[in-house]
């Protein structure tokens, strides 16, 4: 049969993988940022965009989908083209995946440092950039399934099974969780309320790092390890095992986020039960990753490009332990809301994403510039410096949660707690986050070593645009099995039908879980006394999502004695049922704020606010002080206020309407209150008379977005009597 001759597009790849190196210092960088500010809390004072709530999101984002998002897409086009023996579909769609792919990590990175964010972790971005990352989501999935659809490769090889298993599930899981109504060009509140939400939300959140950040890996893995030691995947069996049990169990463990939160039982204990199955699922793919190496060890112990893919699926199979161990409900009592959180998240992205990604690249390069590596020397040194940068980063932060877990439930002999002061457990680990700023340093400056590496290689290797191959064209069988094909070859050539049954395969974990949370009213019992917020509530509320609050402080108490002592009444699901969006966090670096309300006086949370340390010594939280300074914007508030109605929310049109009068009522009385402490009187005439003799216009205090935020925080768990 005549040969075809074609080229493949490596320009495309080259793009993606400047932006990985580009975007992964960047992101690496304000993690590193982030970790300072931990024991210098005001190395950023008083410059609002440049604080740790609103860095925070920036820095996941970019590591996720700037950094990890580009070495995927670099990793996907390169290996697709040559596993199918095809050109991608359309240039102009490979262009259009890698410019829009930029201009979305771009308006990421303009908006949420200006607090312009949904909250919602992982998914933080507003609505129209929602809308854009789904329509360039398509473009890339119409590219990927064009090129399988002209390929001259009649089976599908194991990395594809993963690629639209990928496609197909982020696809799913970004559109649900996002559904937003907005309330103008950059506000939205999310659709679900609450328990619903918080079930959505990690429906996604643990699936993003299931689908996003493992299944295209795997398929790197799959593509790129036997590439780099010249052997065969281990077992084609244990392939097919490892992808669909993996894609099946993988999408029912979301709620192991929220054991012992205000979610119903039936829907922890399917996510417990899912996450222990999914290490069987996990560890064969691990397994299948490293015996790919068997007969090669003595290349790893020369070629870095396969010393960082052995480290990381070393890495990936001690996540895929640990995430398993951490759903079990005793474990997770312990290890939630601590450091030991962050240990294991960080673990699985520098080790497992950062590795691959890295040893990707290093054997990339030199492929598609036609030389070899500059120095592999370098490449060793990048090596040593990021594994061990990974251990000094992990290790202190998993003493660092045990230190917290068994500090926060200590109790004295008379029944109280030992460390009564939350700011006693965050003193005591300050010596581990210098350890994490050190480790994270490490792990940079290897990033930096490979990036001058890599632009040495790229300045001695040719110019070569795209790669000249042949193949036979692919020639259609008729429907049926072949002799001697097993059922999975023949699916294998039909790829239709295995997206169909991937989609199926995702689709029903989802619809068990989330389908009767948000349907069957009886799931979340509500409280008649829990009320809506008034209108400043709501505006305090939607400041205290703009700095990023909820990413040291959570909103659920959970029933535990320790917990109760400290926080009071542990949480109801009717107590949330009018949170759009919910707000229970993953992490405390500071005290449970559920029950603050009425908890300090006004004044209290003014200073608290201006300078934390003044009311908390030894508190490593920033000062807020834009908060004093800056006047309240209401002109979306009556809007706000609709859209709430459209979700349910039972705001009247009397209520509405006198929103600007409830607001100036509520204001005057906080004002009142702020000027029974004398200090603040004085600072406050201090202010009025360096604005007169300015001739400036003097903002007063009523008007000012301290005072709507300590309204939110005055109400916070004030609906229900307790103790």
Same mark, same amino acid.
């Given at each position: %049969? ?58 996941? !984002? ?33 262009? =259009? ?20 964010? #949904? ?57 649900? *969780? ?11 509140? #999310? ?38 030691? !010249? ?28 054991? &012992? ?15 222990? %199955? ?9 397994? !299948? ?40 409900? /005793? ?9 030991? +959180? +962050? ?86 680990? +300050? ?13 940079? =400056? ?53 997206? =169909? ?21 009886? /799931? ?37 004695? #320790?917990?109760?002592?400290? &926080?009071?009444?542990? #949480? ?85 309407? *006198?929103?600007?009068? !409830? ?9 009142? /209150? ?31 977005? +301290? ?17």
């Amino acid at each position: %049969m005549e040969k075809e001759q074609f080229y493949y597009d490596n320009k495309v790849v080259k793009k993606f993988i400047y932006a990985t190196m580009f975007w992964g210092l960047i992101g690496m960088s304000v993690g590193l940022l982030l970790a300072l500010m931990f024991v210098f809390p005001n190395i950023t004072k008083g410059v609002s965009w440049l604080s740790f709530g609103r860095l925070r999101p920036l820095h996941t !984002n970019a590591v996720i989908f700037a950094f990890i998002g580009n070495a995927m897409f670099a990793g996907i086009y390169y290996s697709l083209q040559r596993l199918l023996k095809a050109r991608m579909f359309s240039d102009l769609l490979s262009k =259009i995946n890698f410019w829009g792919w930029q201009a979305i990590i771009v308006a990421a990175a303009i908006t949420l440092p200006l607090g312009i964010t #949904s909250s919602k972790e992982y998914a933080e971005l507003e609505w129209p950039i929602d809308i854009a990352i789904a329509l360039i989501w398509v473009v890339f999935g119409i590219n990927m399934i064009g090129t399988i659809l002209r390929r001259r490769e009649r089976h599908l090889y194991v990395a594809i099974w993963f690629y639209l298993g990928t496609f197909v599930t982020v696809a799913v899981l970004h559109i649900f *969780n996002s559904l937003a109504l907005p309330v103008s060009f950059l506000k939205s509140y #999310s659709v679900y309320a609450g328990v619903q939400d918080a079930l959505v939300q990690w429906w996604y959140g643990h699936n993003a790092v299931a689908f996003f950040l493992t299944t295209p890996f795997l398929g790197l893995m799959y593509y790129f390890v036997p590439k780099a030691a !010249n052997r065969p995947v281990y077992s084609y069996r244990l392939s097919i095992v490892h992808f669909w049990s993996l894609i099946f169990i993988y999408i029912w463990a979301g709620p192991h986020h929220l054991l &012992y939160t205000a979610l119903p039982d039936w829907a922890q204990n399917l996510g417990v039960a899912f996450s222990v %199955m999914l290490i069987a699922p996990s560890w064969g793919g691990m397994i !299948n990753g490293l015996l790919t190496l068997r007969g090669a060890w003595d290349k790893v112990r020369v070629d870095p490009v396969l010393k960082f893919m052995v480290v990381a699926i070393t890495g990936y199979g001690m996540a895929t332990f640990e995430g398993p161990m951490l759903s079990l409900k /005793n474990v997770n009592a312990i290890a939630h809301f601590s450091d030991w +959180i +962050i240990a294991h998240v960080h673990v699985g992205a520098l080790a497992w994403n950062g590795f691959l990604t890295f040893g990707m690249i290093y054997w990339l390069v030199p492929v598609l510039f036609k030389t070899k590596l500059h120095s592999i020397k370098l490449a060793n040194i990048h090596f040593w410096l990021g594994t061990l940068g990974i251990i000094i980063y992990a290790f202190p932060m998993y003493i660092a949660g045990f230190v917290q877990a068994s500090m926060w439930k200590q109790f004295n002999p008379d029944g109280t707690l030992v460390y009564g002061n939350f700011l006693e457990t965050v003193t005591q680990i +300050i010596p581990m986050y210098w350890m994490r700023a050190i480790g994270g340093t490490m792990y940079i =400056i290897g990033a930096v070593v490979m990036l001058f590496n890599i632009s040495a290689t790229i300045k001695r290797g040719s110019e070569v645009e795209d790669d000249l191959s042949e193949a036979a064209p692919l020639q259609r069988l008729k429907k049926g099995r072949m002799l001697g094909e097993s059922w999975h070859q023949q699916l294998e050539r039909r790829p239709v039908q295995l997206t =169909i049954f991937a989609t199926v395969a995702i689709l029903i974990g989802g619809i068990v879980q989330i389908i009767p949370t948000i349907m069957v009213e009886s /799931n979340i019992p509500t409280i008649s006394s829990v009320k809506p917020y008034t209108p400043l509530e709501l505006e305090g509320r939607d400041l205290y999502i703009r700095e990023g609050c909820v990413g040291c402080h959570s909103q659920m108490i959970r029933p535990f004695r #320790s917990e109760v002592e400290r &926080y009071g009444e542990y #949480s109801k699901a009717g107590e949330f049922v009018y949170d759009h969006p919910f707000l229970w966090g993953s992490k405390r670096t500071g005290p449970d704020l559920h029950r603050v309300g009425q908890k300090y006086s006004d004044s209290w949370h003014f200073n608290h606010m201006l300078d934390p340390q003044s009311t908390s010594p030894g508190s490593i939280m920033p000062s807020y002080s834009w908060l004093l300074k800056n006047e309240l914007d209401l002109s979306d508030t009556q809007n706000k206020m609709k859209t709430m109605v459209t979700l349910g929310v039972p705001y009247s049109e009397e209520e509405i309407a *006198n929103a600007a009068q !409830n607001m100036k009522a509520q204001a005057d009385l906080i004002a009142e /209150n702020l000027t029974q402490d004398p200090s603040f009187v004085d600072s406050y005439e201090a202010a009025q008379a360096e604005a007169k003799a300015k001739g400036e216009e003097f903002v007063p205090i009523q008007q000012r977005e +301290i005072v709507a935020l300590i309204a939110y925080l005055q109400r916070l768990g004030t609906d229900i009597k307790t103790k």
